[in-house]
């Protein structure tokens, strides 16, 4: 198989026309700088809008860490999946989790991002599959159309031999297929019974996963009392272990805690999140612990207790492979694009692909050396049926393929002009 044979046939399985699985391909991300999303309230509960860099204390496996990159909420673009439970047991409940979703989405895109780097969001449904019904998108339309195509199985499937409810599978396809690919403030919604059946990932992978893409799960525990399965006890405890595991919160829908309400807390807390950066100096991989604290003896802090380190190699390794730009930053089909970075001699990078969330596409180098990478942008980037009713300039993210066979996930979005 040729090295174009073996892209093409990537670029066609990350097609989102299907039920998606865990990807099997090997996807590895340099981290020199580790990311946390930190969340601040008062003894009281309020939400803590106006800190600086210097009110806040970080350390990694108990090692004392310098902060070196601080924004907060209205500096960084927000993608926010919804993932929904559309299985027999949630039937009665679909009609009030649209209505939710729509004003939440209303709400939360309204705010940060930039025309370049646009708040979005992406929809799943996930019953005895996962099923993408819309791609990342900040054209509201598209996803409200999503949600109204969110939908049950038919009756005689519901209870046919092999159901099952995979929300285990869901937050991991939602985490590789889409969070890990982008930077930013990054966000799922997860609203079931928190009952899983049949997921090939466990509970402990779907943690994994969302923690590797640096992705915090709010789990909304939301069942029917009348369904033929009213014990949630586990499913409650799922949910709790998924949001603390990912330093967001877990919710319950109550009579007095309505899901419009819950929607409106996290949205305020969405819009309420401070990004912390640091580079780690130690070198190996596996699960590191964090810790963040605030010198305010008032003040509390939500944020995620670890990440996962990849590779064996020192994690500032000034060779790294990576992208520092594109340009231009809006071009059109047959445009001459360049990739500036470190590390993208041909002895490093091998390929180079073009992403949307949507459809993956080869484009084909015309010059690369160690610290450029040219390519003219193909015509295949102009917006298809698949897009329908989409009226921005589109956004596309630049992945590397390297050498030694891995895909290096670089958010360095620009955009093809559409009109």
């Known amino acids: 198989m040729t090295r174009r044979e073996a892209l093409a046939g990537f670029a066609i ?14 996807f590895s991300s340099r981290i020199d ?3 946390v999303n930190v969340v601040v309230r008062t003894a009281t509960g309020e939400l803590v809008r106006h800190l600086g860099i210097e009110d806040f204390t970080l350390d990694e496996s108990g090692q004392a860490q310098t902060i070196r990159y601080f924004s907060q909420e209205m500096d960084t673009p927000l993608t926010v999946g919804l993932l929904i ?4 047991s949630q039937l009665r409940m679909l009609d009030a989790e649209r209505r ?23 929809v799943i449904q996930f019953d005895s599959g996962v099923n993408v019904r819309q791609a990342p998108t900040s054209f509201r339309p598209s996803l409200e159309a999503a949600l109204g195509r969110a939908e049950s199985p038919a009756l005689e499937s519901r209870f046919a031999p092999g159901q099952g409810t995979k929300l285990y599978d869901a937050v991991v396809a939602a985490s590789e297929q889409y969070m890990s690919w982008l930077h930013g403030r990054k966000a799922c919604i997860l609203l079931s019974d928190g009952i899983d059946h ?8 779907a943690i994994e996963a969302a923690r590797r893409a640096d992705t915090l799960v709010y789990s909304v525990l939301f069942y029917d009392s009348g369904a033929y399965n009213s014990d949630h006890t586990d499913g409650m405890r799922a949910l709790q272990r998924i949001s603390e595991a990912t330093g967001a919160r877990y919710f319950e829908v109550t ?8 929607f409106t807390e996290i949205g305020d807390e969405l819009r309420s999140i401070y990004i912390l950066g640091y580079t780690p100096e130690r070198s190996g991989s596996g699960y590191r612990s964090i810790h963040v604290g605030v010198k305010r003896k008032d003040l509390s802090v939500s944020a995620r207790a670890g990440y996962y380190a990849e590779g064996g190699g020192p994690l500032t390794d000034p060779h790294a492979v990576r992208i520092a730009s594109v ?7 047959g445009d001459l694009i360049t990739v500036s970075g470190d590390g993208l001699d041909k002895s490093s990078v091998s390929g180079l692909l073009l992403s949307d969330g949507a459809r993956t596409i080869l484009a084909e180098p015309l010059e690369q050396s160690a610290t450029e990478i040219k390519f003219k942008a193909p015509a295949q980037t102009e917006p298809g049926p698949w897009l329908g009713g989409e009226r921005r300039p589109h956004q596309w993210t630049v992945v590397l393929q390297t050498a030694d066979g ?9 955009k093809i002009g559409i009109e």
């Open 198 to 205: 049949g997921s090939a990932s466990s509970l402990a992978a």
């Open 100 to 122: 939710a979703s729509y004003v939440f989405l209303e709400q939360v895109l309204r705010t940060g991002g930039s025309p370049d780097h646009p708040d979005q969001a992406f």
């Open 327 to 333: 340009d231009p930053r809006t071009a059109r089909p």
């Open 406 to 414: 891995n895909l290096l996930l670089e958010y360095a979005a620009f």
């Open 33 to 35: 700088v580790v990311n």
């Open 255 to 262: 009579r007095k805690q309505t899901l419009e309400r819950i």
């Open 85 to 88: 439970d559309v299985s027999a």
């Open 13 to 26: 399985g990350v097609g989102v026309g299907r039920s998606l699985r865990a990807q099997e391909s090997t």
